[in-house]
């Protein structure tokens, strides 16, 4: 059962049926605290002096009805999730309750009382979700610089708010992630948030230069010491000193750099390529990597050591597709950020193209995401990006997938067509995000209360797409 900080969740019931009532009771009680009410007047009595977190009430009632009760509590407690109970009540009256605000509903007569309480679980889940949402963002709203990062996920605000937490205690810290999350970023966002923000942040991807180069990029090198060398050069670590400095792509260094760089972690010192002494240096390292370290370990690739040591804090970005809700507020800012670049009229973009895109697995994650709209925005030759305007492999795709079943609609007559279409593409959606109905109407553009009059509609059962 999901509980809130270990508490009962408070759940009162509105039915003019006793007999309801009580067969809700029986089986609830043991895991939330049950309250009933008779109609919708003691109800709304008992919301004005208890806290609830759900609300089951049914439709049709002597006197005020469930839908009145309804506008009432998303008007004075918007708060509460709502769950109505359709018996007697005309589809349309069902539909309209969903269109008010209602969060969920269920038939009449409740023949599986566990479907209920799973309904239950998935109201407090996602209630719990939205209130810890907006608790994070009260945290993080505090004396909290986070610019440049976009997403208002719940795994982004958990980072933003561990974040806040780790940016000023001045310790080593691992950030891991795959390839285009974000890691550099989120070690910017550390920096300005610490007490070494007015010196320098210094970034290094490690992969990207040999051994005898990085090592004389980090700790400098005195002249002559190399054919090159021609004059004496600080290093990143020096010039980082007071500031901090980031060492990207960490696991592509050598076993015998790791030595050296273990050295300078515990004692605090450099020497530089051709020195004869020893430097002392007060920098703030932030490490990144896109493999699994305790992998790398086993392999001999990287020393166990070393990992201790960079992972005092550790700091996972989750890939992009896992926090799909992100998605759209991204290809807004790098519409706009292109529209600029490209001194364009700031352009918008089609719901056809923003559902491809939605539905992508995005390997690259922010980083391809951020290509792809800049080659939408240079090639859209209108106001508006279409999916013709999506790089070839991003639409090719799509097109592919979708020209196996064109032939079958094309047959059938356009009313018949449009219903099997819409009835297969919300199966689709439903089936590939696992019956998660918020994020099947973040993809599909579908407000939630009308994609419930289609699972009626069409007779879909989200729970027949859902995992656990």
């Not at 003019?16 to 939330?32: G, V």
């Not at 479907?115 to 004396?143: F, M």
């Not at 703030?284 to 001999?300: F, P």
């Not at 553009?445 to 009308?450: A, L, V």
């Amino acid at each position: 059962m999901f509980e809130n900080k270990g508490n009962k969740a408070k759940i009162l019931i509105v039915d003019d049926e006793k007999d309801t009532r009580d067969i809700f009771r029986r089986h609830l009680e043991n895991e939330y605290t049950i309250d009933t009410a008779e109609s919708a007047l003691t109800a709304v009595e008992k919301l004005e002096h208890n806290s609830f977190q759900v609300v089951l009430s049914d439709l049709v009632m002597p006197g005020e009805d469930g839908l009145s009760l309804l506008k009432k509590i998303k008007k004075n407690r918007p708060e509460i999730a709502v769950m109505v109970i359709s018996g007697k009540a005309s589809i349309e009256m069902a539909v309209e309750a969903m269109k008010i605000g209602a969060d969920e509903f269920i038939e009449k007569p409740v023949e599986d009382l566990d479907l209920l309480k799973i309904k239950i679980e998935r109201l407090l889940k996602a209630k719990w979700q939205t209130d810890e949402i907006k608790r994070l963002r009260t945290i993080l709203d505090k004396e909290f610089d986070r610019t440049h990062i976009v997403g208002n996920s719940l795994a982004i605000q958990k980072i933003m708010e561990k974040v806040k937490k780790i940016a000023p205690l001045d310790t080593t810290i691992l950030i891991s992630g795959e390839t285009g999350v974000g890691k550099e970023l989120i070690a910017d966002l550390i920096y300005r948030n610490s007490s070494r923000s007015k010196m320098k942040f210094v970034a290094v991807n490690c992969g990207s230069l040999p051994e005898s180069l990085l090592e004389s990029t980090l700790f400098g090198h005195r002249k002559g010491s190399f054919t090159s060398a021609i004059k004496d050069k600080i290093g990143y670590f020096q010039e980082a000193t007071g500031g901090t400095l980031f060492l990207d792509e960490i696991t592509e260094t050598t076993p015998a750099f790791q030595v050296k760089l273990l050295r300078v972690l515990e004692k605090g010192i450099i020497r530089q390529v051709g020195g004869e002494s020893d430097l002392t240096v007060d920098v703030r390292i932030i490490a990144a990597t896109n493999k699994d370290l305790s992998e790398e370990v086993e392999k001999g690739n990287f020393r166990e050591d070393l990992l201790y040591r960079l992972n005092v804090i550790g700091l996972h970005i989750p890939p992009l597709r896992e926090r799909i809700e992100d998605v759209k507020l991204l290809v807004s800012k790098f519409t706009s950020e292109f529209s600029k670049k490209y001194k364009k009229q700031e352009l918008k973009i089609s719901n056809a193209a923003l559902s491809i895109l939605l539905n992508q697995q995005w390997k690259g994650n922010i980083r391809e995401l951020k290509n792809a709209i800049e080659h939408s925005v240079a090639l859209a030759s209108h106001d508006t990006i279409i999916p013709e305007d999506l790089p070839d492999n991003i639409f090719k795709r799509d097109s592919k997938e979708s020209d196996s079943s064109a032939a079958h609609f094309l047959s059938l007559p356009y009313p018949e067509a449009k219903r099997e279409f819409e009835k297969a593409y919300i199966e689709t959606v439903m089936n590939k995000y696992d019956g998660d109905v918020t994020k099947v109407s973040i993809i599909s553009g579908i407000k939630r209360q009308n994609l419930y009059d289609k699972f009626k509609r069409y007779q879909i059962n989200p729970d027949d797409f859902r995992k656990n």
